[in-house]
């Protein structure tokens, strides 16, 4: 089975920036596809941002467009996900999943969560954003 393991979350200040780590074991990550997204509590998992297994095409999710930025390193089996401008709603455990593509997109590009994902869901990395 596909396993991801979730790592970089913490304690930051509002407009403070962390950098989430998406660690593939026991597979090469370079042929899947990677997705991020996060749940709050009460609330549904949402779909944040998708990065082809090339690395060429990227989408986001309107709620973190121009603030996350996702990238991979196939050489390290590791995908990340850059996040600046925090804000206290950006508070949840996010996790990362791979997939064959990023098929859940629309005509401009955004991204909405696959439910679906081939690696199944982790453990994830709690970010809490407060002052």
């Known amino acids: 089975q596909l396993q991801l393991v979730e790592s970089g979350g913490g304690l930051v200040q509002p407009g403070g920036s962390l950098r989430l780590s998406c660690a593939a074991s026991?597979?090469?990550?370079?042929?899947?596809?990677i997705g991020w997204s996060r749940q709050a509590p009460g609330k549904e998992r949402e779909g944040l941002s998708c990065?082809?297994?090339?690395?060429?095409?990227?989408h986001y999710a309107d709620s973190v467009k121009g603030r996350f930025t996702i990238s991979r390193d196939n050489a390290k089996n590791t995908a990340y996900l850059q996040m600046n401008s925090l804000k206290p709603e950006d508070t949840a455990v996010y996790y990362c999943?791979?997939?064959?593509?990023?098929?859940?997109?629309?005509?401009?590009?955004?991204?909405?969560?696959?439910?679906?994902?081939?690696?199944?869901w982790g453990q994830g990395t709690q970010v809490t954003v407060s002052s």
């Open positions: 999943a791979a997939y064959w593509g990023c098929p859940n997109t629309d005509d401009s590009g955004t991204y909405f969560l696959d439910d679906s994902p081939l690696s199944g």
């Open positions: 990065i082809l297994s090339s690395g060429g095409s990227t």
């Open positions: 026991g597979f090469s990550l370079e042929y899947h596809a």
